[in-house]
């Protein structure tokens, strides 16, 4: 077992009045950094960073943040839901470490791609459909994580299957969203 004790803080974090949301921080007394390939090859969508070295994922709407020796965990309900969150991950990374000799490390360093690597695979109509004023700040947004293809409708017509399928391999759902939608 790779982590044996941890330490939970969980506070509120100021977003828009009258609703609460929680953080936490799973502080830790052993370094997680050799089990971040491990990670990296298992969880569908994580950016890896090697030589910082972090990893951030999304889980069910939880944009989550593994470093030597803390996991941030954010958009929680309240203390409950942060220490069942925190106990699972924890599992995750001692399951992840215990099956180490199965997996292959992935020391592939992942990075989001860039709007404008974005923009050259979208329609480009300008349209508006997506509720935003031009198409490179649809892509601007999406590399962000703030919206998703489905709210593209031009990309749902056959004659944009090939660009939307690229899209998809570009940004998987599940990649973890980067600060907080205007």
């Not at 709210?151 to 690229?166: F, G, K, N, T, V």
Request: proline residues 9%; glycine residues 6%; charged residues 30%.
């Amino acid at each position: 077992m790779l982590i044996e004790a941890y330490d939970l803080e969980v506070e509120t974090v100021p977003c828009e009045p009258g609703a609460e949301e929680f953080a936490a921080i799973v502080r830790l007394q052993t370094d997680i950094s050799p089990v971040l390939p491990y990670l990296n090859r298992t969880l569908r969508g994580a950016v890896y960073i090697a030589n910082a070295p972090t990893l951030t994922w999304k889980k069910g709407g939880r944009n989550i943040a593994f470093w030597p020796y803390k996991i941030a965990i954010g958009h929680l309900e309240d203390r409950a839901e942060a220490e069942k969150v925190a106990r699972g991950l924890v599992d995750l990374v001692n399951r992840t470490w215990e099956r180490r000799e199965e997996i292959e490390p992935d020391h592939e360093m992942r990075r989001r791609p860039g709007p404008m690597d974005v923009y050259k695979l979208l329609p480009r109509t300008n349209c508006r459909a997506c509720g935003q004023p031009t198409c490179f700040i649809f892509a601007s947004k999406l590399v962000l994580g703030h919206v998703k293809l489905d709210d593209c409708p031009p990309l749902q017509e056959a004659r944009y299957r090939e660009q939307r399928e690229e899209l998809a391999d570009l940004l998987p759902e599940d990649m973890p969203a980067i600060g907080r939608p205007e």
